[in-house]
């Protein structure tokens, strides 16, 4: 399955992070961290960005076996945006997201390994 996150700041407080989250292109669904997503193993998660209180959410999912994604520069989705007219907000982000999938050149593959 392919999981495509949009990672934004809360609005409650301007702190902390929000992840809006797609899987296979159905409904878009929310959580707070990158363990609360029901990736497994074989699957992939497409993501804008990976901020550092996230990491070890993100951490996880390696170890899951899930395959993480995330642009190489943040410039590109407005960018895209603009091309496809949609408006910046974390359904169009996704859908951004989903877009650029198949162009392996704007996506990083981060990979983990535990030293075990």
């Not at 301007?14 to 193993?41: C, L, N, Q, S």
């Not at 076996?65 to 960018?79: F, I």
């Amino acid at each position: 399955m392919k999981f495509y996150a949009d990672v934004h700041r809360s609005r409650r407080s301007g702190e902390g992070f929000r992840i809006t989250y797609m899987v296979d292109g159905k409904a878009f669904k929310h959580a707070d961290g990158f363990g609360e997503i029901p990736a497994g193993p074989g699957d992939k998660l497409f993501m804008d960005t990976l901020p550092p209180n996230h990491t070890d959410g993100a951490i996880e999912l390696l170890r899951r076996g899930v395959e993480v994604y995330y642009l190489r520069r943040l410039t590109l989705l407005n960018k895209v945006l603009g091309e496809l007219r949609l408006p910046k907000t974390a359904r169009g982000d996704i859908k951004v997201l989903m877009n650029i999938e198949g162009d392996s050149g704007r996506l990083q593959r981060t990979s983990y390994s535990c030293g075990e």
